[in-house]
């Protein structure tokens, strides 16, 4: 809805000053990496807000992509951004580490604990 993407964009951008804030404070380290690998990210908010206004009426916008074309557009798109956003990723130890603590999770342990609860 076009509104509420707007909305949503400028709750996002309240946020930049807090994450500027960190970078400055550990000294702009990882800065670079970190824009290139979200670039498909700021490009994908600017083409839902612009689809957004273009779409159908009902959901706020001004008709010229009419129901469903708008909501096809939308789908092709956003596995087009999907990709883009993959393929950019920033892999870290960090996520190496999450692998490894993910694999050495027993998921038995925990449906115990759920069924002791009922």
Same mark, same amino acid.
């Given at each position: 809805?076009?509104?509420?993407?707007?909305?949503?964009?400028?709750?996002?951008?309240?946020?930049?000053?807090?994450?500027?804030?960190?970078?400055?404070?550990?000294?702009?380290?990882?800065?670079?990496?970190? &824009?290139? @690998?979200?670039? !498909?990210?700021?490009?994908? +908010?600017? /083409?839902?807000? =612009? $689809?957004?206004?273009?779409?159908?009426?009902? &959901?706020? @916008?001004?008709? !010229?992509?009419?129901?469903? +074309?708008? /909501?096809?557009? =939308? $789908?092709?798109?956003?596995?087009?951004?999907?990709?883009? @956003?993959?393929?950019?990723?920033?892999?870290?130890?960090?996520?190496?580490?999450?692998?490894?603590?993910?694999?050495?999770?027993?998921?038995?342990?925990?449906?115990?604990?759920?069924?002791?609860?009922?």
């Amino acid at each position: 809805m076009w509104p509420t993407t707007v909305k949503v964009i400028l709750v996002i951008l309240l946020g930049l000053p807090f994450y500027f804030y960190f970078e400055w404070k550990t000294g702009w380290k990882k800065t670079r990496n970190q &824009f290139t @690998g979200s670039f !498909w990210m700021i490009g994908y +908010l600017i /083409f839902i807000s =612009i $689809i957004s206004y273009m779409g159908s009426t009902p &959901f706020g @916008g001004q008709n !010229w992509i009419p129901y469903p +074309l708008d /909501f096809v557009v =939308i $789908i092709i798109s956003s596995l087009v951004f999907y990709k883009w @956003g993959i393929s950019s990723a920033m892999v870290t130890k960090d996520l190496h580490n999450a692998k490894e603590v993910n694999d050495e999770i027993n998921l038995e342990d925990f449906e115990d604990e759920d069924n002791k609860d009922k």
